[in-house]
């Protein structure tokens, strides 16, 4: 034991590093504090009525009717209990809490991959903070992109347990990735993975291509099915997170569109480009790479009462604190995206590196790096680069299921700061062979120099005006009534975005000449080597480490009891929940509806927040509240109340709606229509009390000759559970029922007096059944087949990674035991 501590004390030495690293960082943290972040509030809101009857019943439904009418909680929160990776990562969050376990996670994975490729310790450590502290990594967790953060914090080691397989471990490479494959897909962060997979199909190719030239074709092979053995237990491992996630994705806005919109009657599958393509990286943005302000940070809340706005305010007599408030509210970004939390913000200095890195080291995985950071930038330019971008979008598998393209970003963020970790090494391995190292180190720091000082000198050249800039000159003289004021104004703020983005050149332009200065000190034999790391990643820590304090800082941190109740209560609330009806909806019209969900808090919200709703609603969204609300699918939806604000005194107010046709009816004709489309059209003007519109594919579990008008019948609701509820009716003949429920036939079954009967679709996206007469019980379950089965798969596949880590342990001992 004494001579393993001995042999492994530096990377022991360099893991304490990384724990005192997220102590100081997230101090608030160790102080009872925790993050206030916009979609962990809006997850609290999806979740209440899942969580609530969690409480009451000892597990969570599987079906949630608190948002969009219904949808399944897979989706909002599924506990995955046969799941190994669950139990490791709620370890992991046991003794590091949010966010500090994610950053951990960064360090750690990074160190990993960085070790793999036998870096000195301290130069992997190094390496690991450049790839940790990368700003979007901090603005993920700021935003609460918590499940993307994890996704992220997991790639590295995942291609350092790819690469440790093709470098010849095939034992601990594919256990490795097996497992780290495991946490990574168990994040249910779908979209990391594929960007992942597309940068890790490059490495594949190119393992195959050099197996090829070097005619050892047998190795790649059996590398290969290690790792896809690997891949296969990973995903067994995770069955519960994709299987039931890929079925309920072939419905959602991911999947194919019901409605037919081309002319030549095509439905289209995946999202649409354009709402794909919405946050897509400006080209010249990529600037930002270096010079972390030059595109104006994040989109409000940067300016000061030193800033060229507040100066224009006070110069017209404006207080200086209400002249702060406003300039706080203008938009410094001036990029192509609706808005941003931040730049994508690599380093200064590890740019020249990977510059450096590109001309100077040998190892072949440099042209891999080379091609995925290429691809994936191109990639990440969205709607400004269309050439790539489509062909993907168009023809590659899955790659249009996902939304805001420059999240592809990730991978660069991982491999830039690997290839210039590389550089270093190289440097120090090979000084004495790398012909004209001097001028190779000056071209690549100068060349990025050069960049840093015409942004400094002459900010101009970049217009710091967005697109639609008269547009947004026209809407602040509507606000300041005034239109030369106006202009004004938005030259003061062109002015304060030149200032920002020369600051920040002149920042970056500094620690380029201490990075530089570092390395020609070394070249010099001035300095050694590990003088030299220490010094590249203290200066490092200290650029990232600072810009990231921009984002994710003490003031973000608020105290637990505050995320107690995290949404407000109003009296509107408290009014409406004094109806103790279980099963009306609520539209809440104070803010945009269908994106978000703080209704779904204390009620059956009509809208709510989540990034993959049923195809059918959003396409009710479009076609029925497009400009006008349409209160005839409002009634069918047993939407009781809206809430609005007085326009006069900005008060909530509720508006009853009697019309409401109830948690479920019968109706007195029911008409077949041919197709989506027909479907559509119909709910557009109808009374969903008395006519029910059916699609033909329905039509053969109808027996119309049984069907008769509901005289005298009546249903109610005698017991809600979110997945399942208890109906009691009384009808002289046979009926046809609507239920204000959402069809879904991925898992809800119904029975008549425990026997099951068909599920009909009615009106576009209710379930509907046909009755027979008499005094009967109708019951809704829902109870997917595949959930269970996948239930069976991910325990299989989690004793498989088990029993392969021990026996992993178990080969390397006794190894060891024999070599000894």
């Keep these: 034991m004494k001579n393993w501590f001995k042999d492994n004390s530096s990377h022991l030495i360099v893991i304490a590093i990384f724990f005192v690293l997220v102590f100081f960082y997230f101090s608030p943290v160790w102080q009872g504090k925790t993050l206030s972040q916009h979609d962990v509030v809006q997850a609290m809101g999806s979740q209440k009525e899942l969580f609530d009857f969690k ?35 709620n370890g992991i969050k046991a003794v590091f809490p949010l966010p500090a376990d994610i950053i951990l996670i960064y360090l750690l994975g990074g160190y990993f991959l960085l070790s793999v490729l036998r870096v000195k310790p301290w130069l992997a450590a190094v390496g690991a903070i450049a790839i940790t502290f990368s700003s979007y990594n901090f603005i993920y967790i700021e935003a609460g992109h918590v499940n993307k953060a994890y996704a992220i914090a997991y790639l590295a080691p995942i291609i350092g347990a790819v690469i440790l397989c093709y470098r010849g471990n095939k034992l601990w490479g594919g256990i490795l990735l097996a497992l780290f494959l495991s946490l990574e ?16 199909l490059i490495l594949v190719g190119l393992e195959l291509y050099y197996a090829i030239r070097d005619k050892k074709l047998p190795d790649f092979f059996k590398n290969s099915a290690v790792q896809l053995g690997a891949v296969i237990v990973a995903v067994a491992v995770n069955a519960t997170v994709l299987f039931p996630t890929y079925e309920y994705s072939k419905l959602t806005t991911r999947g194919k569109a019901n409605i037919t919109k081309t002319e030549d009657g095509k439905s289209g599958a995946g999202l649409d480009k354009e709402y794909a393509y919405a946050w897509s990286q400006g080209i010249a943005e990529n600037l930002t790479f270096v010079i972390p302000n030059a595109y104006g940070g994040k989109s409000q809340g940067v300016l000061d009462e030193k800033s060229h706005v507040v100066k224009f305010f006070e110069g017209v007599g404006v207080p200086q604190h209400q002249a702060v408030q406003f300039a706080q509210s203008l938009p410094t970004y001036w990029g192509e995206k609706s808005f941003t939390s931040g730049p994508w913000y690599f380093g200064v200095g590890i740019i020249a590196l990977f510059i450096l890195g590109l001309i100077i080291v040998k190892d072949r995985l440099k042209w891999w790096i080379l091609a995925a950071t290429v691809l994936t930038i191109l990639l990440s330019f969205g709607r400004h680069f269309t050439l790539i971008s489509d062909l993907f979008f168009d023809y590659f598998p899955m790659y249009n299921k996902f939304r805001a393209v420059e999240s592809i970003l990730i991978i660069p963020s991982i491999l830039i700061p690997l290839l210039a970790a590389l550089a270093v090494q190289e440097i120090i391995e090979r000084e004495d062979k790398i012909v004209d190292l001097d001028k190779k180190v000056l071209y690549s720091f100068g060349s990025v120099a050069v960049v840093c000082i015409v942004v400094a000198l002459m900010p101009t050249l970049l217009s710091f005006r967005i697109s639609e800039h008269q547009g947004f000159v026209s809407m602040l003289g509507q606000q300041l009534g005034d239109a030369a004021m106006a202009n004004q104004l938005a030259e003061a703020l062109v002015k304060d975005r030149a200032d920002l983005a020369s600051a920040d050149a002149w920042r970056s332009f500094f620690i380029l000449v201490i990075i530089f200065a570092l390395l020609f000190a070394y070249l010099k034999k001035k300095m050694s080597s590990t003088v030299l790391i220490i010094g590249i990643g203290v200066v490092t820590l200290a ?17 637990k009891s505050v995320l107690k109740n995290p949404i407000e209560e109003r009296e509107v609330d408290q009014l409406i929940k004094l109806d103790k009806d279980p099963s009306y909806r609520v539209l809440d019209l104070t803010t945009n509806p269908f994106s978000d969900a703080k209704a779904s808090y204390f009620h059956k919200s009509f809208g709510g927040y989540h990034a993959a709703k049923l195809m059918r609603f959003q396409e009710i969204l479009e076609h029925q509240f497009n400009g006008a609300i349409n209160e005839d699918v409002l009634d069918m939806f047993n939407v009781r109340y ?21 948690n479920a009816w019968f109706v007195d004709k029911v008409t077949f229509v041919k197709n989506n489309n027909e479907e559509m059209q119909a709910i557009s003007s109808f009374d969903p009390s008395k006519e029910a519109f059916v699609h033909e594919e329905f039509k053969g579990k109808i027996d119309e000759k049984r069907l008769r008008l509901a005289n005298n019948a009546s249903i109610k609701l005698t017991s809600y ?11 002289p003949n046979d009926v046809f029922a609507v239920f204000s429920e959402v069809y879904y036939d991925k898992g809800w079954k119904a029975y008549v007096d425990g026997k099951e009967v068909p599920i009909l679709r009615a009106d576009y996206i209710l379930r509907a059944l046909q009755l027979p007469g008499g005094n009967h019980k109708v019951e809704f379950v829902f109870d997917p087949e595949t959930v269970k089965v ?8 989690s004793l498989v990674l088990i029993l392969g880590l021990l026996g992993g342990i178990f080969l390397s001992y006794r190894k060891k035991q024999q070599t000894a």
């Design 642 to 662: 809206i809430i609005t604000k007085d326009p006069q005194n900005n008060v909530d107010r509720i508006q009853r709606r009697s019309t409401a046709a109830g």
């Design 790 to 797: 996948s239930n069976v798969i991910s325990l299989i596949g």
């Design 55 to 89: 409480a009451q019943d000892g597990k969570a439904p599987q079906w949630t009717n608190s948002m969009f009418g219904g949808m399944p909680t897979f989706q909002i929160w599924y506990k995955h209990s046969t799941n190994v990776a669950t139990y490791i990562s």
């Design 721 to 731: 559970h979110p997945d399942r509820m208890e109906y009691e009716y009384s009808a």
């Design 185 to 200: 897909i168990r994040t249910n962060h779908v979209q990391m993975t594929y960007y992942l997979f597309i940068a890790l």
């Design 543 to 559: 650029d990232l480490w600072t810009v990231d304090k921009r984002y994710l800082n003490n003031d973000t941190f608020v105290d």
